[in-house]
Antibody, heavy 123, light 109 residues
Framework: QVQLQESGPGLVKPSQTLSLTCTVS??????????WSWIRQPAGKGLEWIGR???????NYNPSLKSRVTISVDTSKNQFSLKLSSVTAADTAVYYC???????????????WGQGTLVTVSS | QSVLTQPPSVSAAPGQKVTISCSGS????????VSWYQQLPGTAPKLLIY???KRPSGIPDRFSGSKSGTSATLGITGLQTGDEADYYC??????????FGGGTKLTVL
């Protein structure tokens, strides 16, 4: 059974770059036709998709965050990573990594999810 | 402001049935499949329904999903106190991104 685990600093200073890694266990990140995705949730608010990567390295990002986001994958370590630059307090949230199955455009879902990690942007 | 609209909260007594609505448009729900996620307090979201009405292995048949036009509905029967959670709908949007509802907090009275 595939499991995901986020890791990275819990505190980032304004204007700096947020960096998180998601480690996949229980299966190869390269097996199957899955995308690997980042999603965030500010305290008391809903879910916001950040972006995704395929094991080929192909990426797609939320248009509202695209200029600041980079997602990469390291298949040798069974990990994928998120970098979000020029952060502000508005980027404070719980960040989740998740596996995304998209059978066709418009037919997709996220399963499973990592437990999430809180990142606070503050000086 | 979320792309998909859900009621902020719903409540019902144990053993009763509750429905949670998710309203969108032709840019999202109207032309795509809907999934639902359950987020128990302090935990990560968990897939509850996919392909509008399918349940992953291990999800009891007390949970059901449906879609009509630009709206979707999650139904929960035989409510239990352990069902208290936030529930989110999600789908693909023509903006080339997945989108979610704002979430509905279920209280089992």
């Amino acid at each position: 059974q595939v499991q995901l685990q986020e890791s990275g600093p819990g505190l980032v200073k304004p204007s700096q770059t947020l960096s998180l890694t998601c480690t996949v266990s229980g299966g190869s990140i390269s097996s199957g036709s899955y995308y690997w995705s980042w999603i965030r949730q500010p305290a008391g608010k809903g879910l916001e998709w950040i972006g995704r990567i395929y094991t080929s390295g192909s990426t797609n990002y939320n248009p509202s965050l695209k200029s600041r986001v980079t997602i990469s994958v390291d298949t040798s370590k069974n990990q994928f990573s998120l970098k979000l630059s020029s952060v502000t307090a508005a980027d404070t949230a719980v960040y989740y990594c998740a596996r995304w199955l998209q059978l066709e455009v418009g037919r997709d879902w996220f399963d499973p999810w990592g437990q999430g990690t809180l990142v606070t942007v503050s000086s | 402001q979320s792309v998909l609209t859900q009621p902020p909260s719903v409540s019902a007594a144990p053993g009763q049935k509750v429905t949670i609505s998710c309203s969108g448009s032709s840019s999202n729900i109207g032309n795509n499949y809907v999934s639902w996620y359950q987020q128990l307090p302090g935990t990560a979201p968990k897939l509850l329904i996919y392909d509008n009405n399918k349940r992953p292995s291990g999800i009891p048949d007390r949970f059901s999903g449906s879609k009509s036009g630009t709206s979707a509905t999650l139904g929960i029967t035989g409510l239990q106190t352990g069902d208290e959670a936030d529930y989110y709908c999600g789908t693909w949007d023509s903006s080339l991104s997945p989108v979610f509802g704002g979430g509905t907090k279920l209280t089992v009275l």
